[in-house]
């Protein structure tokens, strides 16, 4: 698996796993640091749809992630567990050389996602806001941590 700059052409594969329109996942693309999960034959997909990510043939994973308010928040998660682990790690090493603050929001009952954060260093620490009706939980990583 390699972990490489999501380009524009991503974009309709994106659109198929997280269910947005295309051109939603290209502005995504422009506005935040993306990163996709790509499949080079190694053996190491573990592919499924829980979560909502039905890993498409050639990528396992994304994460979209911005700074505000001195915090990196991820954006978006999404992806095989082999990938999640990978993914995770690109926020936390630009977080760490920046002196920031991780943040990220899970719908509550997405274990996939949770698993990953909580496996990568990150702690439950409170609710998050609501997205489409449902529930979330906030997950934090502090720069000391």
């Given at each position: 698996?390699?972990?490489?700059?999501?380009?524009?052409?991503?974009?309709?594969?994106?659109?198929?796993?997280?269910?947005?329109?295309?051109?939603?996942?290209?502005?995504?693309?422009?506005?935040?640091?993306?990163?996709?999960?790509?499949?080079?034959?190694?053996?190491?997909?573990?592919?499924?749809s829980e979560d909502?990510?039905?890993?498409?043939?050639?990528?396992?994973?994304?994460?979209?992630?911005?700074?505000?308010?001195?915090?990196?928040?991820?954006?978006?998660?999404?992806?095989?567990?082999?990938?999640?682990?990978?993914?995770?790690?690109?926020?936390?090493?630009?977080?760490?050389?920046?002196?920031?603050?991780?943040?990220?929001?899970?719908?509550?009952?997405?274990?996939?996602?949770?698993?990953?954060?909580?496996?990568?260093?990150?702690?439950?620490?409170?609710?998050?806001?609501?997205?489409?009706?449902?529930?979330?939980?906030?997950?934090?990583l502090e720069r000391?941590?």
């Amino acid at each position: 698996m390699r972990i490489r700059d999501a380009l524009e052409s991503d974009a309709e594969v994106l659109s198929d796993v997280t269910g947005r329109p295309a051109d939603v996942l290209v502005d995504t693309i422009h506005d935040r640091t993306v990163r996709v999960a790509v499949d080079e034959g190694d053996g190491d997909r573990n592919a499924g749809s829980e979560d909502g990510f039905d890993a498409p043939a050639g990528l396992d994973g994304f994460v979209a992630f911005d700074v505000r308010a001195r915090t990196v928040h991820v954006t978006d998660l999404a992806g095989t567990p082999p990938a999640l682990e990978r993914l995770i790690e690109e926020p936390k090493r630009f977080a760490k050389r920046e002196g920031m603050d991780v943040e990220a929001v899970v719908v509550d009952g997405e274990k996939r996602r949770a698993d990953a954060l909580e496996g990568a260093g990150f702690v439950a620490s409170g609710s998050g806001p609501h997205f489409e009706g449902r529930s979330t939980t906030r997950f934090r990583l502090e720069r000391d941590g």
